[in-house]
């Protein structure tokens, strides 16, 4: 769910073991935005990725987006069934030349089956993600990459999005779950999950990794994902964890993370450590699902405080990220830190085609309906006396 997960990020600067680092969405607009696509920053590396977590999150607000922004999004889609992070020709058809990945196919499954009306191509979608699943039950970015964190746990979303139980995803006898445990840290190192393995095996504490991982292992997906949780997050060891227990194991080292500062912080060779928003978001709805809203509490509300300026800079992606944080957390995100992150959003792409809400919950067109029915309800009654004053 990370807004800064993109096709050249990955392939430029992943390194097996190490975490994508921070890039900030593109200060220079694109010269030639393609229609309904939100934000106003190059697509090449996110077009789908935020326009897909742009579709999620207003479908998470009750708000239905413009046709223009669902057919863009849809127009992606290969005939594989795969999407690329960006399709500057629809018309044409996918070449060899033109890379497809796993996270931005996931996350268009997920935004197209919120959406609806879209069930062959998310069907589509799935069926691809299937075929280039790994052995070992996981995804990696790519076609043929090492299974990560991320990347499995977004199909994870995708497949449940869609109907299907991620349990019964096997390949080789192996399901997308057992592919997060092998991910899973011990106590010892804080009970968080690797993005993956280094090239000796061996697996380091990853924050964003945990964040998607704490998501994914419990079966959930970014069109649901709900604070039903009641679980502590406190750190156990087992021989064989849980899917439960390694998702407790996860929260308790985010938990512990965010206890100094209450976010995430970003420490990249070379600069300062910065606070991460974005994974502070994303840590946000990982503890609102394993131990509900009481557990994302002071996250939650530093994100309030102090991320109107990253998500203005950031773009529509990062209005979505909050969106689903507070959403998963149990604020209004409508009034978000006094902000309308609903209304931030919409701003960003084509108009929506039903009203947002207002404070009190009650829609613009609902009340013009109301009025319509009252008017309707008074016009009965005149009729009803004029009639039984007719002799």
Known sequence: MNVRRSAAVLAATVVIG???????????????????????????????????????????????????AVGWLAGQQCASGAFPAFRADPAKACDTKLMVDTNSTAAAAQALSAVGGHGTAVTKAVTWLK??????????????????????????????????????????????????????????????????????????????????????????????????????????????????????NGAAYLAKAVAKDGHLTSALPGSENQPDYGNTADAVVALAVQGGSAAAREPLAWLERNSAKWAEQNGPAAYAQLILAAEAGGADPRDFGGTNLVEQLTATGPAPVTASQDDSGISVWWTVGAGLAAGAGIGFLLSSRNKRKQP
Not at 52 to 60: E, K, M, V
Not at 155 to 170: F, H, N, V, W, Y
Not at 209 to 236: I, R
Request: hydrophobic fraction near 40%; aromatic fraction near 4%; proline fraction near 8%.
């Open 131 to 248: 075929s280039v699943q790994n052995k070992d039950g996981g995804w990696g970015f790519s076609s043929g990459g090492a299974s990560d964190a991320n990347s499995t746990s977004v199909a994870i979303g995708a497949l449940k999005a869609s109907g299907d139980d991620p349990a019964k995803a096997l390949k080789s006898g192996r399901s997308p779950y057992d592919a997060l445990l092998k991910l899973a840290l011990p106590c010892a190192d804080g009970g968080a999950f690797a993005y993956q393995p280094d090239k000796k095996g061996r697996l380091a504490a990853n924050a964003d990794a945990t964040a998607a991982a704490v998501v994914g292992v419990l079966g959930q997906d970014m069109v649901s994902a709900k604070a039903d949780g009641k679980a502590a997050a406190t750190c156990a060891d087992a021989a064989r964890p849980t899917p439960g227990q390694a998702a407790a």
């Open 18 to 68: 190490t975490a994508t680092p921070a890039v900030a969405a593109s200060p220079s607009p694109s010269p030639s935005l393609p229609s309904g696509l939100y934000g106003s920053s190059d697509p090449t590396y996110d077009g789908v990725w935020r326009q897909s977590l742009a579709l999620i999150a207003l479908h998470r607000v009750d708000v239905e987006p413009a046709a223009a």
